[in-house]
């Protein structure tokens, strides 16, 4: 549930806002809906990762990827046909270590915000 929400909000607001507003939203997703750390950690990268590697080809593949092999070429990557791949990859691994460490953050801070019932003694 949480990467859905979490690839649903960051394609509608990466629309009309910038890159990093996946940050905040995994915060927030991961704050109001994470499980566990590990879960809140891989529903960001997995969501964030999924989204950009998707986007990425949406775009790449009506050009042919000339964008993406440029890039690579930029990159120092070898002169090699599947350049676009790994620029792909590394934009994804980029926005899902972003998005995975920022759900983690919003699942602790949810955890430091709970208040320890107390106990009669």
Known sequence: MLFIIIIALCLLFQLFLPWWIITPLAFGAAFWKGKSGVHA???????????WVATGLYYSIPNHHILANRVGAMLGLPDTSINWVIVLLI???????????????????????????????
């Open 41 to 51: 950690f891989w529903s960001g990268f997995f969501a964030v990762f999924t989204l």
């Open 91 to 121: 934009s994804g691994l980029i926005g899902g270590v972003a998005a995975g460490f920022c759900a983690l953050a919003g699942y602790y801070f949810r955890q430091a915000m709970v208040i320890p019932e107390k106990t009669a003694h």
